[in-house]
């Protein structure tokens, strides 16, 4: 699920296959070689996180001004797709990290950084006092609901959803319900009530209109409206191109439609964030590039370090790798199954299917004819892997 960016911070909430690991330390070949393009601390943004964390170091218990620095960093993290960002805010909230009870504003951003390390009990539980010390916390409810959905509890979560009546904005309310309807059962419909949602709901900001715009292109693609999928992304796109989710989601689509060669220039000056290495690697691959196995080199070694470290939060996307860039389905679909465990969002159930599919996993297959059973998922872009497995909802 795409986070949710209404004005500045408001609800911030990480898809965790958006904030990739570090690589490792890696020695070009080649001294001419660009590594990494630093951020120039002429840039705005740089600028104003500059001046808050000089502020906060001269007044490192003041808890609005760390909690505003926290929340600058944590969107950041999602523009750029840099997990470094997150142990900033993480250092920004110090003094009240370890507490029990901590104040309320501690209390959401620890849940939304716990979150993007798939610390989804600990979240909740942050997320739980929340809204007992305030019941019109929106920012709570609607990040209790992405947490419930990502780990596949639909019925807790419509029930957060439920708790944003007359607390937010229609849109934000019927797109928080239709997400979960989308995949359980109603998916068609659900997309087409969210889009005439949004058609009538002129007076959106955009922030709004991009977190739904991206959400309509998602539920398009799994409904098999190929047209309607790219108009959305595009009218997300117009309002911003530098989105690590909406880029992974639009590079998704279009590697679906073999349009890798759009991939391509897309991606080649954002491959910091893995889940963008990722999706340059497939395209470097699909349209046969010479670049193609330094990319997948490049990768190997950020799975590598990531596995070092213990780092599991990663393992859709290196199922993927595997399965795709690899040629390792065994390995695969054991990665898939231990993702599986943790988080069920359709990425995770499609990658899930795949492996399945690759491997001939019995475990793996009883898994997706599981889901499919539970949720009636309807999605379009796994129909013929799912006719491979020889399940169908």
Same mark, same amino acid.
Request: hydrophobic share 45%; with cysteine; aromatic share 6%.
């Given at each position: 699920?795409?986070?949710f960016r209404p004005i500045r911070f408001l609800f911030a909430v990480l898809a965790c296959?958006?904030?990739?690991?570090?690589?490792?330390?890696?020695?070009?070949?080649?001294? +001419?070689?660009?590594?990494?393009?630093?951020?120039? /601390?002429?840039?705005?943004?740089? !600028?104003?996180?500059?001046?808050? !964390?000089t502020e906060l170091n001269a007044a490192p218990n003041n808890v609005a001004l760390a909690? *505003?620095?926290? @929340? !600058?960093?944590?969107?950041?993290?999602?523009? %750029?797709?840099?997990? +470094?960002?997150?142990?900033?805010?993480?250092?920004?909230?110090?003094?009240?990290?370890?507490?029990?009870?901590?104040?309320?504003?501690?209390?959401?951003?620890?849940?939304?950084?716990?979150?993007? *390390?798939?610390?989804?009990?600990?979240?909740?539980?942050?997320?739980?006092?929340?809204?007992?010390?305030?019941?019109? #916390?929106?920012?709570?409810?609607?990040?209790? =609901?992405?947490? @419930?959905?990502?780990? &596949?509890?639909?019925?807790?979560?419509?029930?957060?959803?439920?708790?944003?009546?007359?607390?937010?904005?229609?849109?934000?309310?019927?797109?928080?319900?239709? #997400?979960?309807?989308?995949?359980?059962?109603? &998916?068609?419909?659900?997309? +087409?009530?969210?889009?005439?949602?949004?058609?009538?709901?002129?007076?959106? *900001?955009?922030?709004?209109?991009?977190?739904?715009?991206?959400?309509?292109?998602?539920?398009?693609?799994?409904? &098999?409206?190929?047209?309607?999928?790219?108009?959305?992304?595009?009218?997300?796109?117009?309002?911003?191109?530098?989105?690590?989710?909406?880029?992974?989601?639009?590079?998704?689509?279009?590697?679906?439609?073999?349009?890798?060669?759009?991939?391509?220039?897309?991606?080649?000056?954002? *491959?910091?964030? %893995?889940?963008?290495?990722? !999706?340059?690697?497939?395209?470097?691959?699909?349209? /046969?590039?010479?670049?193609?196995?330094? @990319?997948?080199?490049?990768?190997? =070694?950020?799975?590598?370090?990531?596995?070092?470290?213990?780092?599991?939060?990663?393992?859709?996307?290196?199922?993927?790798?595997?399965?795709?860039?690899?040629?390792?389905?065994?390995?695969?679909? @054991?990665?898939?199954?231990?993702?599986?465990?943790?988080?069920?969002?359709?990425?995770?159930?499609?990658?899930?299917?795949?492996?399945?599919?690759?491997?001939?996993?019995?475990?793996?297959?009883?898994?997706?004819? %599981?889901?499919? #059973?539970?949720?009636?998922?309807?999605?379009q872009t796994v129909a013929s892997t799912l006719r491979r497995l020889k399940v169908a909802?």
């Amino acid at each position: 699920m795409p986070p949710f960016r209404p004005i500045r911070f408001l609800f911030a909430v990480l898809a965790c296959c958006a904030l990739p690991a570090l690589a490792v330390p890696y020695l070009p070949k080649d001294g +001419r070689q660009v590594v990494e393009h630093l951020p120039s /601390r002429a840039d705005p943004v740089q !600028r104003e996180l500059l001046r808050l !964390r000089t502020e906060l170091n001269a007044a490192p218990n003041n808890v609005a001004l760390a909690a *505003t620095l926290a @929340q !600058r960093y944590i969107e950041q993290a999602r523009i %750029d797709g840099d997990p +470094r960002y997150l142990g900033y805010a993480e250092a920004a909230l110090a003094p009240w990290w370890k507490l029990a009870q901590p104040p309320e504003q501690v209390l959401v951003l620890r849940a939304t950084l716990r979150q993007s *390390t798939h610390q989804f009990p600990a979240a909740l539980a942050d997320l739980d006092q929340a809204v007992k010390r305030d019941s019109g #916390n929106v920012q709570a409810w609607i990040t209790r =609901a992405t947490v @419930q959905m990502i780990t &596949g509890d639909f019925t807790a979560a419509k029930a957060s959803c439920m708790r944003l009546y007359s607390r937010a904005p229609q849109l934000v309310v019927q797109t928080c319900l239709s #997400n979960i309807a989308n995949v359980t059962g109603q &998916g068609p419909a659900s997309y +087409r009530q969210l889009a005439a949602s949004l058609a009538a709901q002129r007076d959106a *900001t955009p922030a709004i209109r991009i977190w739904v715009s991206t959400l309509l292109a998602e539920m398009a693609a799994r409904a &098999g409206d190929v047209p309607g999928a790219e108009s959305y992304y595009k009218a997300a796109l117009a309002f911003d191109q530098s989105d690590s989710y909406l880029l992974a989601a639009w590079s998704d689509f279009l590697l679906d439609q073999g349009r890798a060669a759009e991939v391509v220039p897309l991606l080649k000056d954002k *491959t910091r964030a %893995d889940a963008l290495l990722l !999706r340059y690697a497939l395209a470097l691959q699909a349209v /046969r590039s010479p670049l193609a196995g330094a @990319q997948v080199e490049a990768l190997r =070694a950020r799975f590598d370090a990531a596995m070092l470290r213990g780092d599991t939060v990663h393992q859709r996307e290196q199922a993927r790798y595997a399965l795709a860039l690899r040629n390792q389905p065994a390995q695969a679909v @054991q990665l898939a199954k231990l993702n599986w465990a943790v988080q069920k969002e359709a990425a995770d159930f499609r990658i899930l299917a795949e492996t399945a599919a690759a491997s001939g996993d019995a475990e793996a297959r009883k898994l997706v004819a %599981d889901w499919l #059973n539970k949720t009636g998922l309807q999605d379009q872009t796994v129909a013929s892997t799912l006719r491979r497995l020889k399940v169908a909802p």
